[in-house]
């Protein structure tokens, strides 16, 4: 798995010479990856040359496809008319997640519109405490956080570096779909689900944030769609069939 780190972005020579030894004694090695991109990634290492490489994305917890509606005190406080985006990160000061840079988009819509509001889920973010429009929940465990990915209109990725976030095929199997940077494997999980954008400079975000395309994206049948579309890729049953075939 290629680190999204500066710091970890090269294994000292004789701990990568190891590793190709120890791949060497298996010849029947067969890498399974959760995305293109990790795949194309793999593909380049000189420690896997001829080595088949399949795409299988990991498996969501049946929880996110299996639970019902329910209510929440945080989702219910929001008014009805209001546009609702979601952004998850274990740490939401990790400058690897770019929270700061989405908050300031999201203001930016926020001035076209004043009903727009951002959910930030995960530690930290104190900082943000008083910004107008969102709201910080904490961490939140799965239970409370579909509650949320069902009041949202969309789900902001907007890492400057990321393999296969999970949290996006967990917003999709509530159908949700996803605005992302152009952020390592990504664009790729965009595309496995056939939905969402991409968003590559300042005005890509701006024009993605727009109310209007917001709630257009969010339909109920988009939604319908792009749940059907996760229940394929990540339900559990799906990829343990992908790993039989």
Request: aromatic share 6%; with cysteine; net charge neutral.
């Amino acid at each position: 798995c290629p680190a999204v780190r500066l710091f970890a972005k090269a294994l000292p020579p004789h701990r990568f010479r190891h590793k190709i030894e120890s791949y060497k004694t298996w010849p029947t090695l067969h890498l399974v990856t959760p995305s293109g991109w990790l795949a194309n990634e793999a593909a380049r290492s000189s420690a896997f040359p001829d080595t088949p490489i399949t795409v299988i994305p990991n498996p969501l917890d049946s929880l996110f496809f299996e639970q019902e509606q329910e209510p929440s005190d945080i989702a219910d406080a929001i008014p009805n008319d209001n546009t609702v985006l979601i952004l998850v990160a274990a740490n939401l000061d990790d400058p690897i997640k770019n929270v700061t840079n989405a908050v300031a988009a999201f203001l930016e819509a926020r001035n076209r519109d004043s009903t727009l509001t951002l959910v930030l889920v995960g530690k930290g973010g104190e900082s943000y405490k008083k910004t107008p429009g969102v709201i910080l929940t904490g961490s939140l465990p799965s239970e409370q956080l579909i509650p949320l990915f069902d009041r949202a209109d969309a789900i902001l990725i907007p890492s400057v570096a990321e393999n296969s976030p999970s949290v996006a095929f967990e917003a999709a199997s509530r159908g949700v779909p996803a605005i992302v940077s152009r952020g390592g494997g990504l664009p790729d999980v965009v595309n496995s689900l056939g939905f969402g954008v991409v968003c590559d400079t300042r005005a890509d975000w701006s024009q993605a944030l727009n109310p209007v395309e917001l709630r257009k994206n969010s339909s109920r049948s988009r939604r319908e769609s792009l749940k059907t579309k996760a229940r394929e890729l990540v339900e559990p049953g799906a990829v343990a069939r992908r790993y039989l075939e």
